[in-house]
């Protein structure tokens, strides 16, 4: 008996991450893309034919093909209009991180999706690195005793472009990076952080830039666990990868460094005239897109949800006022 495919849909090829989730479409069984919208017809068209899907110049006309799911990768100030425009017609939403780029956005596209029962999962792959299902599932069996402190570290490259437009992304190295640390701390433990204080400098990496490149964050969650991020783009453009995501946790039973990218060979040539990293392992994207398919084809629930993403946003955006204002800011929450 055949299996009829799941028709996955992408809006915008604004985030790079977007040619990933793309491959890895190509990789599932019985999945199809089944096309791509962007707001930049020669990007769009571009991706459409590299992946052998077809483009349409309006969201609806992608929107009205039957689709199982849809992934949004636009740039941040565009997540909420484009969940708006799927909501409702397509039932599953792979939305790119961070949420939105500010609180009232995060919340009204988490509304709207319950209103439409529209099931919206946030793109946080970090969680399907093997090194951190390591470190959950250690957390977990109580392995460590009591948590004191973790501290953190999202380093990456600048990324240029849009990433560097505040009206398009809501903030530079501080918000695209801290999103991704703080869901993982709050996968491990449930606890939400109550208090940053953040120090964060712009244009310090970058000269002229005009955006955030390095921050520093100092908090506490409500489990009582104290936290740092270390967060900036000062790796060259070379670098391997988008990020470092490495977390050392302090306990009552002994430290654990876990790099969620050590999953590589380091490759020295005189051909390519530098040193670089051959992965071996894991693919997180991989890890999410199956994720994000094994919920549409069974019917659950999403495991990121929009609120995951909601809170992960409200931590950046705090450390932004604590950086302007240069005191603790407490992250009050309704109940």
């Known amino acids: 008996m055949s299996i009829q495919p799941t028709k996955i849909g992408i809006m915008s090829f604004a985030h790079g991450h ?18 791509i919208y962007d707001d930049n017809p020669q990007r769009g068209e571009t991706a459409a034919q590299r992946y052998g899907a077809p483009f349409f110049a309006e969201a609806n006309s992608l929107l009205d093909q039957g689709l199982d799911g849809v992934m949004i990768c636009s740039e941040n100030a565009k997540h909420r209009s484009m969940v708006e425009a799927a909501a409702g017609k397509v039932a599953h939403i792979l939305c790119e991180k961070p ?22 999962q946030i793109a946080f792959p970090v969680r399907f690195s093997p090194p951190l299902q ?13 948590i004191y402190a973790v501290q953190t570290t999202n380093h990456g490259s600048m990324p240029g472009g849009w990433f560097i437009d505040k009206a ?9 990076h801290t999103v ?19 120090e964060i400098g712009h244009d310090l990496l970058h000269p002229g830039l005009g955006i955030d490149d390095v921050g520093l964050l100092s908090f506490t969650l409500d489990n009582g666990v104290y936290g740092t991020l270390d967060t900036s783009w000062s790796r060259p453009s070379s670098y391997t990868t988008w990020g470092d995501v490495k977390i050392e946790v302090t306990a009552e039973k002994g430290v654990v460094l876990v790099d969620a990218f050590r999953q590589h060979l380091a490759v020295s040539s005189n051909k390519a005239g530098k040193t670089q990293w051959r992965h071996w392992g894991s693919n997180m994207d991989l890890g999410l897109v199956n994720d994000f398919i094994d919920m549409i084809r069974t019917g659950r629930e999403p495991s990121i949800t929009g ?3 909601l809170r992960a946003l409200e931590v950046a955006l705090a450390a932004y006022r604590s950086a302007e204002s240069g005191q603790v800011v407490t992250i009050s929450r309704a109940q």
Request: proline share 1%.
């Open 134 to 146: 390591w470190l959950k599932a250690t957390l977990d069996k109580g392995e460590l005793g009591k």
């Open 307 to 309: 609120l995951d993403g």
């Open 180 to 198: 991704h640390v703080i869901d993982l701390l709050r996968w491990f433990w449930g606890a939400e952080v109550t208090e940053v204080y953040a």
């Open 168 to 176: 398009l992304s809501g903030g530079g190295a501080v918000l695209d």
């Open 18 to 35: 977007a040619n990933s989730y793309a491959t890895t479409l190509q990789q599932i069984p019985s999945v199809t893309l089944a096309g």
């Open 99 to 120: 949420i939105a780029t500010t609180g009232e956005d995060g919340q009204a596209m988490i509304d709207l999706c319950r209103r439409t029962n529209t099931q919206l």
